[in-house]
T-cell receptor, first 113, second 114 residues
Framework: NAGVTQTPKFRILKIGQSMTLQCAQD?????MYWYRQDPGMGLKLIYY???????DKGEVPNGYNVSRSTTEDFPLRLELAAPSQTSVYFC????????????FGSGTQLSVL | GDSVTQMEGPVTLSEEAFLTINCTYT??????LFWYVQYPGEGLQLLLK?????DKGSNKGFEATYRKETTSFHLEKGSVQVSDSAVYFC?????????????FGSGTKLNVKP
């Protein structure tokens, strides 16, 4: 069982470039999340989804977009990358119950120079 | 709104020392509380959880008790090992109002020396 798979693991972007961070889960989870982790700042929620076709903003959505066309995939799009988006990005998913734990991917380290 | 505050690190201990990492929370509804652990180069993974007041979560020698009167969920371990070196995150999800969202503390880095 692969769990939550994120690609790429590392990426360097130039200011103004765009890219998509991929996230896929094979556990048939309805809920999926994107977090960013800045040094010493913990995790901040960017976007989340409660099912295919449904997405909503988290705490720090500016500069990002998401889509959820299937249950398995939840890509995060960065348009016009800025240095402030340098961070480690984590995708997570969970099952239906209210006490279900989050399963995390191994993260994408992004640098915008 | 909902939030989690945990003690700043890093925390440096010798092997077999006693560990406490403090965590307090603010929630408007009925939160479940979690401790997640992040080993170097990996994503977060659940360490333990408690879903209602006075519950004690435990795993791998770690324990935390859900204290509603003090809005706390402190992590403890009686004897740490070098392999416990990691970053520990306290988190909550609020069933009544924001059950879709998880709120995380800033993380506490633990260094255990042999």
């Amino acid at each position: 069982n692969a769990g939550v798979t994120q690609t790429p693991k590392f990426r360097i972007l130039k200011i103004g470039q765009s890219m998509t961070l991929q996230c896929a889960q094979d556990m048939n989870h309805n809920y999926m999340y994107w977090y960013r982790q800045d040094p010493g700042m913990g995790l901040k929620l960017i976007y989340y989804s409660v099912g295919a076709g449904i997405t909503d903003k988290g705490e720090v959505p500016n500069g990002y977009n998401v889509s959820r066309s299937t249950t398995e995939d939840f890509p995060l799009r960065l348009e016009l990358a800025a240095p402030s988006q340098t961070s480690v990005y984590f995708c997570a998913s969970r099952g239906q119950g209210t006490n279900e734990k989050l399963f995390f991917g191994s993260g994408t380290q992004l640098s915008v120079l | 709104g909902d939030s989690v505050t945990q003690m700043e690190g890093p925390v440096t201990l010798s092997e077999e020392a006693f560990l406490t990492i403090n965590c307090t929370y603010t929630a408007t509804g009925y939160p479940s509380l979690f401790w997640y652990v992040q080993y170097p180069g990996e994503g977060l993974q659940l360490l333990l959880k408690a879903t209602k007041a006075d519950d004690k979560g435990s795993n791998k020698g770690f324990e935390a008790t859900y204290r509603k009167e003090t809005t706390s969920f402190h992590l403890e371990k009686g004897s740490v090992q070098v392999s416990d070196s990691a970053v520990y995150f306290c988190a909550l999800t609020d069933h009544r109002y924001n059950f879709n969202k998880f709120y995380f503390g800033s993380g506490t880095k633990l260094n255990v020396k042999p």
